[in-house]
T-cell receptor, first 111, second 114 residues
Framework: SQTIHQWPATLVQPVGSPLSLECTVE??????LYWYRQAAGRGLQLLFY??????ISSEVPQNLSASRPQDRQFILSSKKLLLSDSGFYLC??????????FGNGTRLTVT | AQSVTQLDSHVSVSEGTPVLLRCNYS??????LFWYVQHPNKGLQLLLK??????LVKGINGFEAEFKKSETSFHLTKPSAHMSDAAEYFC????????????FGGGTRLMVKP
């Protein structure tokens, strides 16, 4: 069966510090991978998605970036965090036309 | 183009009474539709999916949804609410032509009173 791992679960970082969130998927190959952000009490905002190694599509201009160095690894990064980057970050994978399968999320607080 | 509207941002029911969470969609293609549940500080869990097979879809935890093309609706129901059902619920649509984009509804917070 397929599993998705996302870490860390919680993170507190000062403004201006770098960020690296990692997500890995097991039990499937060539998945579509997604990063979403959820602000408090709000819906999900798609940040990035990837259909293959090195292929990243950005949905929202911001100071975040994503990379896919391996087939089942998806990394969300920032060189300098802003207060507005606080939120709940969710990684997800899917087969084309299938449902999304989410990780447990990372609660990021920028102070 | 596609869109999803969850008609109620909050729904409150008593334990043991039926649950109805409403979702309307629009899609240029025959859509696939999903319902997810999210408990606080957790990821989203798939409840059920419609992918052009049976229009009445049964999911986990006693939930089901009916795809009604004429009404462009995909409402989520459960005969009897349990306290553990209190959570946020999201309706999601994706084009059935294997498109990559999914559109989320704004979410419905379900509260269950004892």
């Amino acid at each position: 069966s397929q599993t998705i791992h996302q870490w860390p679960a919680t993170l507190v970082q000062p403004v201006g510090s770098p960020l690296s969130l990692e997500c890995t998927v097991e039990g499937t190959s060539n998945p579509n991978l997604y990063w979403y952000r959820q602000a408090a009490g709000r819906g999900l905002q798609l940040l990035f998605y990837s259909v293959g190694i090195g292929q990243i599509s950005s949905e929202v201009p911001q100071n975040l970036s994503a990379s896919r160095p391996q087939d089942r690894q998806f990394i969300l990064s920032s060189k300098k965090l802003l207060l507005s980057d606080s939120g709940f970050y969710l990684c997800a994978w899917r087969r084309t036309a299938g449902p999304l399968h989410f990780g447990n999320g990372t609660r990021l607080t920028v102070t | 183009a596609q869109s999803v509207t969850q008609l109620d941002s909050h729904v409150s029911v008593s334990e043991g009474t039926p649950v109805l969470l409403r979702c309307n969609y629009s899609s240029s293609y025959s859509p696939s539709l999903f319902w997810y549940v999210q408990h606080p500080n957790k990821g989203l869990q798939l409840l059920l999916k419609y992918t052009s097979a049976a229009t009445l879809v049964k999911g986990i935890n006693g939930f089901e949804a009916e795809f009604k093309k004429s009404e462009t609706s995909f409402h989520l129901t459960k005969p009897s609410a349990h306290m553990s059902d209190a959570a946020e619920y999201f309706c999601v649509v994706t084009p059935g032509n294997a498109g990559n984009m999914l559109t989320f509804g704004g979410g419905t917070r379900l509260m269950v009173k004892p």
